[in-house]
Structures are given as C-alpha cells and as structure tokens.
C-alpha cells in the first residue's frame, strides 16, 4: 500500500487522472487529490460540484485481489469508511443511501464513484474508487441547493480539510484491509448499521423502469434487496433511489 499522494490544484476530474496513472502501473494505494475539478463527474453521466478550496475530491487506486463479482463491495467499503471518518464532525448523524450516497440531515453530503480500469484481454488490471465530499461551501449552484448540503451548512464549523482527509485514508485502510481478510460480510454489516435506508418504503429508478417498494437488505454481493409492492422480492445491483417517495 504506497502512502504515495498526487496532489494538484486543477485537474479535469480525480478518477480520470487515477485511472490513467493505473493504467500505466502506480502502486495500490496511490492517492490522487484535486483542488478543483473541471469536469468532475458523478455517477449516472452526471458531474460533481467542485468548487475551489471547499470541497475533497480525490481518487484511491486500488488492485484487489477479489473476483470481479465482489467488486461492488469496495464501493461499499469506501462508503463505510467515509461516514464512519466524517461523523466525529457532525453533531447529527451522517449515513448512507445505496448504493454509495452519504446524507446528512436528508441532503446529499458526499458521493462516491468507482470505476473498473480493464487490462488487454479484458482482465480488471484495477479499480479507482472516487470520492467527493462537500466540507466547507457555503452555498450551492441553485439546481442544487436543495439536494446538496456541507459540513459547514450543516454544522457551522469550518473543518480542516487535511484533517477528514487524513480521517478517510486510514478508515479505507482499515476497512479495505478488513474486506481482503475478512471478506464482505463485515463491511455489510457496518454498512447496514450506517445507513437509515433499510426497512423504508422506496422507489428505485433504473433506465427506464421505476419501481416501488421497501427496502428490506443488502444481498451478500452488496445489491439492494427490495420488496416490491406487488410481493416479489427482488435484488437490484444499480440505479437511483428515493427514500420515502411521497
Ligand atoms: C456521485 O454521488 O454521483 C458520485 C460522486 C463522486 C465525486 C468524486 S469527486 C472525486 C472523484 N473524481 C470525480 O470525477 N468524481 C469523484
């Protein structure tokens, strides 16, 4: 595990310049920070709020030794890390929505987005795992401001971003060392136990489909396992939730 940090003032996005960085062979462990990004990205084609000076954005490059099947359990991994890093600075509850959302107070406090780096012969060579939080903005772009919210919105203090960064890194080490020894099922626990989402009535986007239900578990392979009104219990593996659909 290099304890290696790339850290810039601009780059386009983390998880691209990590994942190129992976490609070329850096070493597991390798960090890669930004101060801003130009077109940081979320999940689902979207892109992430960076503005200067206020938020993390950075991208942890890691080479596990899991079958690809197991590898949404990193995004899991990381989700649990990062609420569990965050939540000595903030005086309300800081938890998770599947598959890898950190709310605080129901608006959106962080996000994470993993992507798979593919050798020849389509081998996973790695995977990047992003992560985003929102620290210090006092504000958002309107389209956002009410889904988004900051640990200085929420809190009003003004957190130094070295020290949740330093928090983060070695809760991933931690719980990243905790999945290749242990396997999944601890991580699902603790991410049962972070998240709120679970027993909740929901409604799940996917492509084009929309469908209502409860939230009941997280299968062993980190899908979202829901109830449906019509009875079926269904295990779902992508897609976009809302909580408590009026
Ligand atoms: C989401 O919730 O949609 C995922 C957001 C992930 C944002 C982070 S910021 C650092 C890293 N680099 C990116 O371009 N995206 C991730």
């Known amino acids: 595990w290099a304890r290696q940090i790339i850290a810039h003032d601009e780059l386009e996005s983390t998880n691209d310049l990590a994942k ?5 062979g850096a070493e597991e462990g390798t960090l890669v920070l930004a101060d801003t990004q130009t077109r940081g990205k979320g999940r689902l084609g979207r892109s992430w709020f ?6 993390l954005y950075f991208s942890l490059i890691l080479k596990p030794a899991l079958p690809r099947e197991q590898h949404p359990s990193l995004t899991l991994m990381a989700a649990v890390a990062t609420v569990e890093a965050l939540q000595p600075f903030s005086p309300h ?9 950190i709310l605080l107070n129901q608006r959106k406090l962080g996000g ?13 060579s790695g995977v990047v795992v992003g992560i985003g939080i929102n620290v210090n903005q006092t504000r958002f772009p309107e389209e956002l401001a009410a889904v988004a919210t900051s640990l200085y919105i929420e809190t009003r203090e003004q957190p130094e971003r070295s020290d949740i960064f330093s928090f983060i890194i070695n809760y991933l080490y931690k719980y990243y060392q905790i999945l290749l020894e242990d396997g999944a099922s601890p991580i ?8 709120r989402m679970l027993g909740s ?7 084009a489909e929309t469908h209502t239900g409860v ?3 997280l299968d062993a392979a980190g899908r979202l396992v829901v109830r449906l009104n019509s009875g079926e219990v269904r295990a779902f ?5 809302t909580l408590h659909p009026g």
């Open 188 to 195: 699902l626990s603790r991410w049962r136990q972070n998240s």
């Open 237 to 241: 593996d992508g897609g976009e939730v």
């Open 112 to 124: 994470i987005l993993s992507e798979q780096v593919l050798a020849p012969g389509d081998t996973v």
């Open 93 to 101: 509850p800081i938890t998770l929505k599947w598959p890898n959302d």
């Open 20 to 24: 190129k960085l992976l490609a070329d």
């Open 50 to 55: 960076s503005e200067k000076g206020t938020g």
């Open 201 to 207: 009535s929901i409604l799940l986007r996917q492509g």
């Open 215 to 217: 939230a009941i578990d």
